[in-house]
């Protein structure tokens, strides 16, 4: 076992990579779920976002334009989940896993000639000065623009929750969509709304991984990330700052244990492949012992003839 051969800064930058997908993808379902509607799609979502980006990135050769790409995808499959729960009225539940098997049949299909290939590498965003100073500047700022992305999209769905008016409504809509309704509030519209920017955000996370994290396309490469970003909104009690301290927290576990198996540590890898899971959800479920509790009505459709 060799501990030294552990890099630190370079672990730190590692984990705030290994984290942002996993942060996008919680930070769209949040708002999705605030608004009242639990979409478990999230998987397929990222996958599909993951094979368009992918695909896109690799016949334009522009990176950015693949990050578009995967979030118009992700949208666009979201409208499904939209029509399916908002306008036919069917169950969330049934209609969220559908869209994650859908997403992953058909990005397996829309990736067959994609395996093996290349993209075109995503420029760093090295700040001037700042990604010049010792151990803070490779650690914090010297990454990709969707990282920062990820931690301004956070930031401003705090705000937009919490002090306009827009998330007013929002939150109104998901706790209670017949007094919303009642108010005047076009329930379905947010709804409609909320579930697209989920979708935007779930396929942006999905192109992270295929296009910056794992520049490379293989079937199934989300690999869960979608059921743990909607594990990590509950645990984090629907809150986005503790969507980022989870998010960071997964990564920085899942990347630590990464390392101490190349640096062959003398405990089980199905051990260590399992402590990112398991001591994320402790820390989370210690962390929303004062939680508020869920939107009053998460899950529930709601009747435009009410």
């Not at 705000?159 to 007013?168: I, Q, V, Y």
């Not at 980022?244 to 199905?270: D, K």
């Amino acid at each position: 076992m060799d501990l030294s051969a552990i890099n630190p800064v370079l672990l730190i930058a590692s984990l705030m990579v290994a984290a942002t997908p996993l942060l996008l993808a919680a930070i769209g379902e949040l708002v999705v779920e605030r608004a009242g509607v639990l979409n478990l799609g999230v998987e397929g979502m990222m996958i599909i976002g993951a094979i368009a980006g992918f695909a896109i990135s690799v016949e334009s050769t522009s990176p950015m334009l693949g990050l578009l790409a995967a979030m118009v995808a992700g949208a666009v499959l979201s409208l499904l989940f939209a029509f399916l729960t908002q306008f036919a009225l069917a169950n969330q539940v049934a209609s969220g896993l559908a869209l994650t098997l859908f997403g992953l049949g058909l990005s397996a299909l829309m990736g067959q000639s994609y395996v093996g290939i290349k993209p075109p590498s995503m420029a760093k965003l090295d700040i001037p000065v700042l990604s010049d100073i010792p151990v803070l500047g490779p650690i914090f700022f010297s990454h990709d623009p969707v990282l920062y992305f990820g931690i301004a999209l956070t930031a401003a769905v705090w705000w937009f929750l919490k002090k306009s008016r827009a998330g007013l409504i929002l939150r109104a809509v998901g706790e209670s969509h017949d007094a919303a309704h009642a108010l005047g509030y076009n329930v379905i519209r947010v709804r409609v709304l909320a579930i697209m920017f989920g979708g935007a955000c779930a396929g942006l996370g999905g192109a992270y991984i295929s296009l910056i994290r794992v520049p490379q396309w293989t079937e199934g490469m989300t690999a869960g990330v979608g059921w743990i970003a909607l594990a990590l909104v509950v645990f984090a009690s629907w809150k986005p700052w503790r969507v980022l301290l989870g998010a960071y927290l997964f990564g920085g576990i899942n990347v630590l244990q990464l390392n101490l198996q190349a640096a062959g540590i003398a405990i089980p890898v199905e051990y260590l492949a399992m402590s990112p899971y398991l001591i994320t959800i402790l820390v989370l479920v210690i962390m929303s012992a004062d939680k508020s509790g869920a939107p009053a009505s998460l899950g529930r459709t709601f009747h435009a003839s009410q």
